[in-house]
Each structure stands twice: as C-alpha cells, then as structure tokens.
C-alpha cells in the first residue's frame, strides 16, 4: 500500500480522492439505492489515474467498467452506449491492455512506451471510424434508440478514443474527453425522466478532468521518453 501511494504525485493523490468524493457525494445525495452505478464509476477513476500513468492496469480496470457500464445503460434503452461497451469497447480494451504490456517502456511493466502515430494509422482509424459509426446508427434506430444522434457521436468518440488507446497515443485522452462531453449530455437528459441518473452525470464529469489531467500527463512522458 504504501508503495502504491508513493507511486502516484500529488496532485494526482489530491484529483483522485476529489472525484471519488464527488462520485460517493452525488451518490448519497441523489440515489443511495444502486450501489452498481457507484461501484462502476469508482473502477472507472481508478481506471483513468492509472491509465494516466500509462499503466496497463488502466485499460484492465477499463474492462470491468465497460461491463458495468453496459447493464447500467440497458437500464435506461441507451441501447447504442450498451451496445457500443459490451460489443466494442471492452473488447478494444482487451486488445489495448495486450498491446500495453508487450510495450513496456525500457523494460518498466508499469510505464507502457508512448507512441507517435502517423499517417497511415490515422487515415486507417478515420476510415474505420467512419465505417463503424455509419453501422452503428442504423443498429441503433433499429432498436429504438433513446437520443440516437447523441448515442451515434458516442459510439464515434467512443471507438476513435479505444483505436488510440490501442495505438499508445497521448491523443487517446481527448478523444475520451470528447466521449465524456457526449456522455454528460446522455445522462443530464436521462435524469430528467430519474434523478438517480445524475450519479452518472456526475462520474463522467469527474472522468472528464482525469482524462485531461491524462492528456497533460501522457504528453510529459513522452517528451521523457524522447529525451
């Protein structure tokens, strides 16, 4: 434990215990009902300080957060977030947490090598991108989909955020930045209709400044690892 807790800075001592009480707060205030939304937005900050780090542990925490994550939007027929977690990126996740470990950087299991992407990686990730997310609208407005458009950029956020983090580039942090805006939004209108679903509200808003926190860090370790 206390190898752990000298592990992280302090800063990053001090956004993590932030979000988890924002996250544990929303959830006496608003809920205190469903201990699942609590328990899977508290693996995903610790998913985010992590992957932060460039840890692989990050992308395995991400695992058990998109399954979570994936009964918690079949909950409300966000059909396209279930969906797009269960189908895509807990899968991706898989793939990104292998790619982590078989790039450690110098040989440090805890610290994945940062890499630069080029033009080709990013014309395949658009391309990809913009094949996947034209499939996933029309697999959406079949099921009826709540807020389709809304779930539609979120499945484009979502599978560009997972294609970077498999690719190890800093550039994955926005991209789920973007997704959490996207997410915010979802969510601020499925509390409408429940009030319980502002705990969610408020877990992607603490996820959105881990991952620009991720995004600050991951460009310092980059220029490390380059110098």
């Known amino acids: 434990m206390k190898k752990l807790l000298n592990y992280f800075t302090i800063a990053e001592k001090v956004l993590f215990l932030l979000s988890v009480t924002l996250i544990i707060s929303s959830f006496c205030i608003f809920d205190r009902e469903n201990y699942l939304n609590l328990f899977s937005s508290l693996i995903g900050v610790a998913s985010l300080i992590f992957s932060a780090k460039g840890n692989p542990v990050g992308p395995l925490l991400m695992i058990f957060f998109g399954l979570l994550y994936g009964v918690i939007s079949y909950s409300f027929s966000y059909y396209g977030e279930m969906i797009t977690y269960m189908g895509m990126s807990v899968p991706m996740a898989v793939f990104a947490f292998?790619?982590?470990?078989?790039?450690p950087y110098k040989g440090n299991k805890s610290q994945v090598t940062v890499n630069t992407i080029n033009k080709k990686d990013i014309l395949i990730v658009t391309i990809t991108t913009v094949l996947v997310t034209a499939a996933f609208y029309y697999i959406l407005e079949y099921f009826n989909t709540a807020s389709l458009i809304l779930s539609t950029v979120s499945v484009t956020t979502s599978f560009t955020a997972v294609c970077l983090t498999y690719l190890r580039s800093p550039y994955y942090a926005i991209a789920y930045a973007l997704n959490d805006i996207v997410l915010i939004l979802l969510w601020v209108i499925a509390s409408i209709y429940d009030t319980k679903y502002i705990c969610?509200?408020?877990?992607?808003i603490a996820f959105l400044f881990n991952d620009i926190y991720g995004f600050i860090n991951w460009r310092k370790l980059q220029k490390n690892q380059k110098t």
């Open 98 to 103: 292998i790619s982590w470990i078989k790039n």
């Open 200 to 204: 969610v509200v408020v877990c992607f």
